[in-house]
Antibody
């Protein structure tokens, strides 16, 4: 059974950089069948796609966030990561990592989510 | 970007009711549409992909239909565990976009 687990700080100061890692177990991150994505949800709000990465390193980002984010894949650790710079209170959210299955066009496995609060 | 608009934003219904949620896209993208269910404090769960295909393990009371720009999720007979928020998501192109969600509440 595939499992995804987010890890990172729960509290970040404004203007600082958030670093999150998603550890994948029960399956390989190098499969050509999947993209690996980040989605966030601000308190009481809807789902917002942040970006996706392919195992080869190809990346796709939400345009409004593109200047502040970087994603990467570490195939040796079966992990992928998100860095988001210049955080503000508006970035406070639950951050999910998820697997996007290309053949069906859906995120079929999700991590449990990690709450990131931006506050001084 | 493809904008996804769901309606209604919330619906009150009783156990056993038939519930229909609509998702409209700002441009035509055939059938690359998914539906998710999210319960409070939990990650979303994929229900439907390809507009009408039931994800493994999802009860058959959930059906999806539509293509092009107009899509529908129907719950044929609402069960207590179905009270949740539902989201559509287009998978046609980047950036991926979600609808704003529809909350199904107990009447």
């Amino acid at each position: 059974q595939l499992q995804l687990q987010e890890s990172g700080p729960g509290l970040v100061k404004p203007s600082e950089t958030l670093s999150l890692t998603c550890s994948v177990s029960g399956g390989s991150i190098t499969s050509s069948s999947y993209y690996w994505g980040w989605i966030r949800q601000s308190p009481g709000k809807g789902l917002e796609w942040i970006g996706s990465i392919y195992y080869s390193g190809s990346t796709y980002y939400k345009p409004s966030l593109k200047s502040r984010i970087t994603t990467s894949v570490d195939t040796s650790k079966n992990q992928f990561s998100l860095k988001m710079r210049s955080l503000t209170a508006a970035d406070t959210a639950v951050y999910y990592c998820a697997r996007f299955r290309r053949q069906i066009g859906g995120f079929d496995y999700w991590g449990q989510g990690t709450l990131v609060s931006v506050s001084s | 970007d493809i904008q996804m608009t769901q309606s209604p934003s919330s619906v009150s219904a009783s156990v056993g009711d038939r519930v229909t949620i609509t998702c409209r896209a700002s441009q035509d993208f055939s059938s690359w549409l998914a539906w998710y269910q999210q319960k409070p404090g939990k990650a979303p769960n994929l229900l439907i992909y390809g507009a009408s295909n039931l994800q493994s393990g999802v009860p058959s009371r959930f059906t999806g239909s539509g293509s092009g720009t107009d899509f529908t999720l129907t719950i044929s007979s609402l069960q207590p565990e179905d009270f949740a928020t539902y989201y559509c998501q287009q998978a046609h192109s980047f950036p991926r976009t979600f609808g704003q969600g529809t909350k199904v509440e107990i009447k």
